[in-house]
């Protein structure tokens, strides 16, 4: 197990504490940049559809 979780999972993280996507803490353009925005998009679209569905 390694000691910092995954780009993916620490934008999860940030969508889930409403840090917005423009935060991304990785150099644009890098693999790292690619899965935090990938992590953020898909519980931030999660959420607006939770969001829309009132629950």
């Known amino acids: 197990m390694s000691a910092d979780p995954d780009p ?3 934008g999860e993280r940030a969508a889930r504490e409403n840090i917005p996507a423009e935060a ?6 890098s693999e790292e940049h690619a899965l ?6 898909r519980v931030a679209t999660e959420l607006e559809a939770n969001q829309s569905e009132g629950t």
């Open 24 to 29: 991304n803490p990785y150099h644009e353009g």
């Open 8 to 10: 993916f999972t620490l």
């Open 36 to 41: 935090w925005s990938a992590g953020h998009e």
